[in-house]
């Protein structure tokens, strides 16, 4: 199998290339327009300069089996549209874009050309967030932590926050109804953000403060008078009693404890499978977002 990655940024070179780099039977093919950054890292993973690429022209010409798109957001919805519309099935880092539109446009040329989407919401697949899918969840508490870095709405909600918003989307147990949000801003940058989902039964909370002190991510889920804690993705405590601690083996990959392994795998099996993927799920949770910086951006105004 043929796979390109495209953009070789720490997110690629920490989490996707240590698992395509390894995986047996993929032949993987490089793009990055910065010589120096392909060199080296072509060379950690002893690529021939056959699999090397500076432009997405001489990627295409590859005639690849499967893409990740691993580049900046502000190039997804130009790198995404050639990829979907040379036929390849693409895995791209969320979000699709900044602007709903571009993402809406992207959704529905994939569908059109019935070619692979997805996006990559790896906490889907982490192993501790997968469990709590499993536990009771009358009440979810989702918190995504940073120190000093104030931002504006639209970066901060689409690259960082969507996280959040995606796990909360992915763990409610029953249909949203009601979707509140609050957030405090200074000077035009969002400090803090909170959206709260709730529908029969059940309560979702995600906060963001990005002047919390703390970089930190903690997801708690609980009803029926038990609960499940996951601690930075990392270590799973579950309470009935006397708390049980359960921690991330010395071993574990940080690519699979992330569940960035299991997503991109699931990817790969799809595409070997002939199945195409949608990203329609993922376009909801886009959709929210846009709804929570709409709501943001208009408080702010007042």
């Known amino acids: 199998m043929k796979v390109g990655c495209i953009g070789l940024g720490d997110i690629a070179q920490k989490a996707y290339l240590p698992v395509l780099g390894t995986r047996p039977g993929l032949q993987l093919h490089l793009q990055t327009r910065t010589p120096a950054t392909l060199t080296r890292v072509a060379d950690s993973l002893h690529l021939p300069p056959g699999q090397r690429h500076t432009d997405l022209d001489g990627l295409l010409a590859q005639e690849l089996d499967a893409a990740f798109v691993h580049a900046p957001t502000v190039v997804h919805p130009e790198i995404v549209e050639r990829l979907i519309e040379a036929g390849v099935p693409t895995y791209v880092d969320k979000p699709l874009a900044y602007e709903l539109a571009a993402s809406e446009r992207l959704v529905r040329l994939a569908e059109e050309r019935n070619v692979a989407l997805a996006v990559g919401f790896n906490r889907r697949y982490a192993p501790g967030y997968a469990q709590c899918a499993d536990h009771p969840r009358e009440l979810i508490i989702m918190q995504k932590n940073r120190i000093g870095l104030p931002e504006l709405p639209r970066p901060m909600i689409l690259d960082d926050f969507i996280h959040v918003v995606d796990t909360l989307r992915f763990l409610v147990p029953g249909e949203v109804e009601d979707v509140t949000v609050r957030a ?22 995600g906060v963001m403060n990005r002047l919390s002190g703390s970089a930190e991510e903690t997801l708690e889920v609980s009803g029926q008078d038990t609960k499940r804690q996951v601690v930075n993705l990392a270590e799973v405590v579950d309470h009935k009693g006397q708390p049980s601690v359960r921690r991330r083996g ?28 949608s990203a329609r799920d993922a376009l909801a949770t886009h959709e929210l977002c846009e709804r929570v910086v709409r709501e943001v951006e208009e408080g702010s105004a007042a």
Not at 186 to 205: I, K
Not at 256 to 270: P, T, Y
């Open 184 to 205: 405090r801003t200074e000077d035009g940058l969002l400090h803090h953000v909170v959206l709260q989902l709730s529908g029969a039964g059940f309560t979702a909370l």
């Open 250 to 277: 010395d071993w574990v990959p940080v690519a699979r404890q992330r569940g960035v392994e299991q997503a991109v795998l699931a990817f790969l099996d799809a595409v070997g499978a002939g199945r195409v993927l």
